[in-house]
């Protein structure tokens, strides 16, 4: 039986705000947070390997996508969670897990920008880091599960958050839930 408590998702490219928002989120409404992207940037620190050689281990190994994966949807199956995790909407649908769906997007050269502060890059290298790392992430989710990353079908809203403060995005997303229809 599905759990009442709610289940926000929140997906986006690198930069965008995701995991920001989701933790301000989780904070906000006293929810669980989950995220497959720290969990991933932990395991290539555990592994002292760079994400994008990660991410290429994890294309010739789809078991290590399809577990992180696993993880999250029991996550969103206890409910109480906000989750951050590029394939999260996709397969919470599929899986008829009911949650708010939220896509964030950014400009490339904010989301650069955003990524060379929290890494302490250039901001040349985070877009070219970012780009790679797009694709490479697109190529995989297109593979395991037939996952089209740059639509928006899957979501319940879309925000661009160029513009908009952490705080401001955090605002947007509270006011689009509702425990009842989540």
Not at 100 to 105: D, N, V, Y
Not at 140 to 159: E, F
Request: with cysteine.
């Amino acid at each position: 039986m599905p759990s009442k408590k709610p289940v926000i998702i929140i997906c986006g490219l690198a930069g965008s705000g995701k995991s920001t928002a989701a933790s301000m989120i989780a904070k906000r409404f006293r929810l669980k947070h989950v995220s497959a992207g720290d969990q991933f940037r932990a395991i290539a620190k555990e592994r002292r390997m760079s994400l994008i050689d990660l991410g290429r281990y994890a294309a010739k190994h789809p078991e290590f996508d399809k577990e992180l994966d696993r993880r999250m949807m029991a996550a969103a199956r206890k409910g109480g969670v906000v989750m951050d995790g590029r394939a999260s909407a996709f397969l919470a649908r599929k899986l008829k897990i009911p949650a708010l769906k939220i896509f964030l997007t950014v400009d490339p050269k904010v989301s650069a920008r955003r990524v060379a502060e929290r890494d302490g890059i250039s901001a040349a290298k985070a877009l070219k880091m970012s780009s790679q790392r797009e694709r490479e992430i697109r190529v995989r989710l297109r593979t395991l599960y037939g996952l089209d990353t740059s639509s928006a079908a899957y979501y319940d809203a879309v925000i661009k958050t160029d513009r908009y403060t952490p705080k401001e995005v955090s605002d947007l997303i509270a006011s689009l839930v509702t425990y009842d229809r989540h």
